[in-house]
């Protein structure tokens, strides 16, 4: 019997949808971030300029980052030779988790292998434990949070993305007594928007609620030391998870929370997926404490990325573009269309070498397909300018609806205009 033609005919489906992804083969540049060479079969490679990557600030090519992981390599080897409950702990990686700690002003951190992992087996974990546990969850959580508020035993509830008057209305309903925990994320990567954290955890403390927020989108990029949109706001001590990422912000690769010590040790104890699965690897783990150290002091770089940001806001809505507004560095423009989405984005490759990945269904809503740009601090005032021209180029190829041009307050930073990245000369040094 043959079972292939499941498969088939799953793969049909999702192409008869337009939601079948092509992976683009792309050879990154350290030297040259953020550009990348595309390989195709029979063609020559070319090179294109990347705008839709998470590694925001570009620590994943940063020279001290680069030789934290090589020297470590070199050190103790490749792997992490197993789990952490049959291998031990590489100490790269208890170095790591005191540096990860104190970004959080928590008493203890734990490392996963990602950071879908990390929701996952964090969420299910706290709220199996919490006897007669209720998880009240945004209604635009990750799909690594959701995934953890299902594989919990725990009753759950969806309240409305940062309605708080509809989180109070649900806190109010389950009472005092009842044991809760409110699971929510600062910072949302589609829509840019960022959670009411102080409302929050005000309700939280009135009504006898634990909190468990994702910073995964903001690690590194806010802050005075790059701990989040926590740390820009002076919340972090009221929350009690803070879960974040090492391959976005850091760069490099992981997952973590950060916490009291009695969270991380019972998590540690009793997640599967985390008693279960091979430790973070040494050099990974080198490299990216050097991410974390580097950025705790590099207020210069989040300066330089926040300016990069806004301008790019600033020049596609000067020329009509429809760019959703927020108040972070993620820059969506909508499209409305899964099949001009990709169309789209495949213009913009094969017509002027800009790479941008169509965020369709069920990343978002269908109806809301959207290009998600993330420029980074190594994306100059021309490679802006270069975009807004492809990007007009394309909308007006596809025959896409331009707004009437928004002209948006733009307030330079000297800090930002006068970025000289010294942390990354001195290194290369």
Known sequence: MSYRHHFTNAIDRLAAERRYRVFADLERSAEN???????????????????????????????????????????HGAGAGGTRNIAGTSHPLVQLEAELADLHGKTSALVFTSGWVSNLAAISTIADLIPNCLILSDALNHNSMIEGVRRSNAQRIIFRHNDMAHLEELLQAAGKDRNKLIVFESLYSMEGDIAPLAEIVDLAERYNAMTYMDEVHAVGLYGARGGGIGDRDGLMSRIDVIEGTLAKGFGTLGGYIAADSAIIDAVRSYAPSFIFTTALPPPVAAAASAAV??????????????????????????????????????VPVLVGDAELCKAACDMLLERHNIYIQPINYPTVAKGTERLRITPTPFHSDAHIAELVDALADVWKALGLPFEEPKILKFRREPAAVACSFPEFKRAAE
Not at 35 to 61: F, Q, T
Not at 319 to 326: E, K, R, W
């Open 293 to 330: 150290r580097i950025l705790k002091e590099g207020t210069e770089l989040r300066a330089r990325h926040q300016r990069q940001a806004l301008l790019t806001k600033h020049a596609l809505s000067a020329a009509g573009l429809p760019v959703m507004a927020n108040p972070s560095h993620i």
């Open 33 to 75: 971030f953020p550009s990348a060479l595309w390989h195709r079969p029979g063609l020559d490679a070319e090179n294109v300029r990347i705008w839709c990557s998470k590694d925001y600030l570009g620590m994943g090519r940063h020279p001290e980052v680069i030789r934290a992981m090589t020297e470590a390599a070199v050190k």
